[in-house]
Structure formats: structure tokens, C-alpha cells
């Protein structure tokens, strides 16, 4: 039935899904267009994938949407990226979006801010994803990120989490 709902799609939104598929629990928008990149309009890619019922839109009390990707279609997802040699690409796109997410969130000097602690609190799934590809494959980012998340963990109560990054790194 997956398969069969994926060859219904058009090649740009089945390489939208492949992509999609890196992504880990729920994500937003901005996420989506950076994993889409190169596919066209994102939020168009995300309402047919809506559409067809491969993803979820989950309406936030804030007014926002986020999606999410049942298990089994990331699964389907990951093999079709692996089959058609696009994994490693795609991992890359995903550590670059939420080590920017990172970035952005952390504070240059001082606590972190409330939003800046909800922000990562919200992705923390695929900063954790991207934090063990980091880990993998590119050691210097793994530390940057590791390094940043600190003071996210402390406040999180995350302590054991950091210290394993960090002693990684």
C-alpha cells in the first residue's frame, strides 16, 4: 500500500518524501523547505503529501502547524533514499538545518533565552538526529554542536545527554 501510494505521486513529490524521511517526530515548515530544496515550493510539496495522507498536519496552539511522517512511510522513505543513492545528501541537508536551528537558538553570551530553549525543545528529536550523523561524519560540527547544546541541557535537566556528547567530541 505505501509503495502503491508513492509511484501516485509525481517524481518531484516522491523525492520530497525520500526527503522528508530523514526528518524525525514532528517538524515545521521551515524544515520541510530545507530538506525540499531543489523540489519547488515546499509548502505545495507538504499540502499534496498532506493531501494524499503520507504526512500529518498538526494544527499548534500558537497558530503554527507542524507534520509528522507516520514510522513505517520514513521507512519506506529511507529505503528509497538509500535506493536511489540520495541518503547521504539528504543526512548532509538535515545536519545544516538543525545545526543552523542550533545557531540561531543559542545564546552568544549568557542563559539561554525562554524561546530560545522552546525553539531547540521543539526539534529536539532531530537535533538528536543530527548530533549522532555529527558524531559520525563530521566531528568539528558534532563539537560545535555539542558545545552550543550545554546550556539547553542544563536547563533541560539533560546532563547525562551533554556530558555523552561531549565526551564524544
Not at 501510494?5 to 518524501?17: I, M, N, P, R
Amino acid at each position: 500500500a505505501v509503495e502503491w501510494s508513492h509511484d501516485l505521486l509525481g517524481v518531484t513529490e516522491q523525492h520530497a518524501l525520500r526527503s522528508l524521511s530523514v526528518l524525525v517526530g514532528d517538524f515545521d515548515l521551515t524544515a520541510a523547505t530545507a530538506m525540499c530544496r531543489g523540489d519547488g515550493d515546499a509548502l505545495d510539496l507538504v499540502s499534496v503529501l498532506v493531501e494524499r495522507s503520507l504526512i500529518t498536519a498538526q494544527p499548534q496552539l500558537d497558530g503554527s502547524v507542524r507534520f509528522r511522517m507516520l514510522e513505517m512511510l520514513r521507512d519506506f522513505g529511507r529505503e528509497q533514499l538509500i535506493a536511489n543513492d540520495e541518503l547521504s545528501d539528504a543526512r548532509h541537508r538535515h545536519l545544516a538545518e538543525f545545526s543552523r536551528r542550533v545557531r540561531q537558538a543559542s545564546p552568544k553570551l549568557g542563559h539561554w533565552s525562554t524561546a530560545g530553549i522552546s525553539a531547540v525543545a521543539a526539534d529536539l528529536d532531530n537535533v538528536r538526529q543530527a548530533l549522532v550523523f555529527a558524531a559520525e561524519h563530521h566531528r568539528a560540527s558534532h563539537l560545535e554542536l555539542a558545545g552550543r547544546l550545554a546550556g539547553f541541557w542544563h536547563v533541560q535537566g539533560l546532563l547525562e545527554e551533554g556530558r555523552a556528547h561531549v565526551l564524544l567530541a
